[in-house]
């Protein structure tokens, strides 16, 4: 299979930006990513480029996005301390959502570099 090498890539998953990384890809699925961290190898690697989730579930099942975003918003009220984790790849205006949601709650903030 020969696949394209794009050089001096960027990864914006944890927030470092890496702009110097090597990808190896065959248009669909990236297969190597040099000189990224473990952290962005994972990420570049299990990304493709078709959808394999529905935009909302509940419970493990397909659900619309009003319906999940109310029993998100069941849960977070009845949650004692709440947990805002993740915002990984994500905008300064979205982390600065969470980070007030966080604060309306009542709850605290991490990212997934704590891994
Ligand atoms: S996840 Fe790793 S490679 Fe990606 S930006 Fe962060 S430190 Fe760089």
């Not at 890809?25 to 078709?50: M, P, S, Y």
């Not at 977070?76 to 805002?84: G, K, Q």
Request: hydrophobic share 40%; glycine share 6%; proline share 2%.
């Amino acid at each position: 299979m020969d696949l394209q090498v794009i050089d001096n890539a960027t990864c914006t998953f944890c927030g470092c930006v890496c702009d110097d990384i090597k990808l190896h890809t065959d248009g669909a699925r990236i297969h190597k990513a040099e000189k990224a961290c473990v952290l962005g190898k994972a990420w570049f690697l299990n990304h493709t480029a078709e959808a394999q989730y529905p935009a909302a579930m509940v419970d493990g099942n397909e659900a619309s996005l009003e319906a999940a975003i109310e029993r998100a918003a069941e849960l977070l009220h009845e949650a004692d301390l709440p947990l805002v984790y993740g915002m990984s790849n994500t905008t300064c205006e979205a982390q600065k959502e969470c980070v007030a949601m966080a604060d309306r709650l009542g709850g605290i903030v991490d990212s997934h570099t704590s891994l």
